[in-house]
């Protein structure tokens, strides 16, 4: 099984809600990963998450507010974003981070954001 | 600065007419290359992984090979359901994990 699951498909908020985007994997992945995708263009990486501990910020406003639960659960909290964060959300799973552990990245369906 | 660049951006195939997707790759301590698919609206779906130079992987009709610049993703006899984007993304020693993508190929593969 090499699923990763996110909530929800899709989400339309307004500039001044707060919404959650979350991610599941059941694999025993100790890695997690969101990445942004706006259309026509490659996902582009906004944090990684080791061993439930952030590891890599790739300098995101803090209106994205990342949170890892657990080994299995990564959820990016949302505030106050702005029409040009819509875009496609994908969560993404390895092994590891690091080291020869690591292998391919499984990503999810995504979930596609719209700011109105 | 490490750069990854696929080439051709868009490519038609009639039914049956194979050709090559190709991704070339500067980077300093490559630690991997993958290949994805990734349908309209969906998330990437993985196809391959690929370490050192010489090393070639099959998925039916599918074959990704590797040079010490770059990786093809040969495609024979494609049929209509192989119409998507194929992304080519490169792990680099050092940088815990992270994968950068090139712009990836709009395959569209027509009856």
Known sequence: DTEVTQTPKHLVMGMTNKKSLKCEQHMGHRAMYWYKQKAKKPPELMFVYSYEKLSINESVPSRFSPECPNSSLLNLHLHALQPEDSALYLCASSPSSTGAGWTEAFFGQGTRLTVV | ?111
């Open chain 2, 1 to 111: 600065e490490d750069q990854v660049t696929q080439s051709p951006e868009a490519l038609r195939l009639q039914e049956g007419e194979s050709s090559s997707l190709n991704c070339s790759y500067t980077v300093s301590g490559l630690r991997g290359l993958f290949w994805y698919r990734q349908d309209p609206g969906k998330g990437p779906e993985f196809l391959f992984t690929l370490y050192s130079a010489g090393e070639e992987k099959e998925k039916e009709r599918l074959k990704a090979t590797l040079t010490k610049k770059e990786s093809f993703l040969h495609i024979t006899a494609p049929k209509p359901e192989d119409s998507a984007t194929y992304l080519c993304a490169v792990r680099i020693y050092n940088q815990g994990g992270k994968l950068i993508f090139g712009q990836g190929t709009e395959l569209s593969v027509k009856p």
